[in-house]
């Protein structure tokens, strides 16, 4: 028995090493050597209900002056900065119709739509109504989630126009020793369903994944190593080994006493 323990221990070695490979990102982007491009397709996020719109709206009174038209919440993008749960109370949400209920402009249509597109149905509204005015639409709920083997897991607000998976994890943290860059799922809302990504941050292929590009309200999720699951069950494999040593020397001793 004392020739197993050396061999049991050798085993709990073996299985805490970690290779070059699972501590790197795009490890095989090495093997093209020189200058490599891939194609970047940067997804349009169209907005759904229940996003939130940061909107401001500027028109040239007769003195000739620019002032802001909705003055109750020309505040909006600085409080935000400050306090993002300022966001529900000064953005303009669209409903679960799709719609946004704009001052002096009413009610319009907005999901499905890019922030590009809607601030180019806002100004055609608003010109209607004022000379030289001038519009401004933000989304301000872009958030995303990380969860997870990351060192600190939790949502975040993006304040870019773009944002890539490897950076939403930066965000986080990046992958803690026990997480797996192999196995990271990402979770994407799109209108009435769900979709999901399966990627692998160390091969070159996902610099062309859809997923590559974080949209809002996306989830990351970074699954475990199976270092992780084997510290997570050694408690149970001790006690059965110890179980099962003590078992076999009370048999053995047994044994011989009757013999």
Do not use: W
């Not at 000739?64 to 900065?81: F, H, M, P, Q």
Request: glycine share 6%; proline share 6%.
């Amino acid at each position: 028995m004392k020739k197993q323990i050396p061999l049991f221990a050798l085993i709990l070695l073996m299985a805490g090493c970690s290779t070059q490979k699972e501590l790197s990102y795009l490890s095989n982007l090495y093997e093209l050597g020189g200058e490599n491009y891939f194609p970047m397709d940067v997804p349009d996020y169209k907005v759904q209900p229940r996003d939130v719109l940061y909107v401001s709206v500027k028109a040239q009174t007769p003195e000739g002056t620019l002032t802001e038209v909705l003055s109750d919440r020309s505040s909006a993008n600085a409080n935000y900065i400050a306090n993002e749960g300022s966001a529900y109370l000064t953005g303009y949400s669209v409903d679960p119709q799709g719609f946004v209920t704009l001052p002096l402009a009413g009610d319009l249509p907005v999901a499905g739509m890019t922030i590009y597109e809607i601030r180019d149905l806002f100004q055609q509204k608003i010109d209607s109504l004022f000379r030289h005015a001038y519009v401004e639409v933000r989304l301000m709920s872009y958030k995303f989630t990380v969860l997870g083997e990351v060192r600190a897991p939790g949502s975040y607000v993006n304040y870019n126009d773009q944002l890539t998976v490897l950076e939403a994890i930066g965000r986080a943290g990046g992958i803690s020793e026990t997480g797996t860059k192999e196995k990271i799922l990402v979770i994407r809302p799109k209108g009435d369903q769900t979709v999901t990504y399966s990627i692998d941050l160390q091969d070159k292929s996902l610099l062309s994944s859809p997923a590559y590009f974080i949209t809002p309200n996306d989830v990351v999720i970074v699954q475990p190593n199976p270092k992780k699951v084997f510290s997570v069950n050694l408690p149970t494999l001790s006690f059965l080994i110890t179980a099962i040593t003590s078992t076999v020397s009370t048999t053995l001793l047994l044994i011989n006493y009757f013999k």
